[in-house]
T-cell receptor, first 112, second 114 residues
């Protein structure tokens, strides 16, 4: 079974721009979670989607948004990028909420 | 709410040394417990898990036992290798309908020297 895939793997943007990251979960997995990882803050939960509905959201500003499609693929969007948004963004999928999560390789975003 | 506490790193060991990384948790109900490992430049990989008290998870020579009485899930390995150098995350998943399901600890960086 193919693992979780994330595109793009690397991205460079400038302040004020917006960015969209994509995540394709493991086949059959309907829950997708997003995390931001930075050296200073560690792994921080962004949001979780299940059956196209956002179930939980972390403590991030409204510039961070996401969605999930009927095929369980998910996207997250960050608008009006700030330097502090530079991070590794990780996506994880599980069959259902609360079950074992499997991670993708991440998208490394650099904001200049 | 649910939380996970890990020992602060970095941890530096010589090859073939014994490894222990402490993890304790706070959770309502009976969570499942996990250890994930992150190698440089990669995402997190599931290392092992345990779903109920006294269960022992094991993989690649690593072990951890779910201790409900001490709310702990310490990671151990008898003889570490240079290739074990990575960041290790302890995590739990709680009741499905109670807030964020998956909670991660801050991670412990392990460096193994030849």
């Amino acid at each position: 079974k193919a693992g979780v895939t994330q595109t793009p793997r690397y991205l460079i943007k400038t302040r004020g721009q917006q960015v969209t990251l994509s995540c394709s979960p493991i086949s059959g997995h309907r829950s997708v979670s997003w995390y931001q990882q930075t050296p200073g803050q560690g792994l921080q939960f962004l949001f979780e989607y299940f059956s196209e509905t956002q179930r939980n959201k972390g403590n991030f500003p409204g510039r961070f948004s996401g969605r999930q499609f009927s095929n369980s693929r998910s996207e997250m969007n960050v608008s009006t990028l700030e330097l502090g948004d530079s991070a590794l963004y990780l996506c994880a999928s599980s069959p259902k909420p609360g079950e074992t999560q499997y991670f993708g390789p991440g998208t490394r975003l650099l904001v200049l | 709410g649910n939380s996970v506490t890990q020992m602060e790193g970095p941890v530096t060991l010589s090859e073939e040394a014994f490894l222990t990384i402490n993890c304790t948790y706070t959770a309502t109900g009976y969570p499942s417990l996990f250890w994930y490992v992150q190698y440089p430049g990669e995402g997190l990989q599931l290392l092992l898990k345990a779903t109920k008290a006294d269960d022992k998870g094991s993989n690649k020579g690593f072990e951890a036992t779910y201790r409900k009485e001490t709310t702990s899930f310490h990671l151990e390995k008898g003889s570490v290798q240079v290739s074990d150098s990575a960041v290790y995350f302890c995590a739990l998943t709680g009741r499905v309908n109670y807030g964020q399901n998956f909670v991660f600890g801050p991670g412990t960086r392990l460096s193994v020297l030849p």
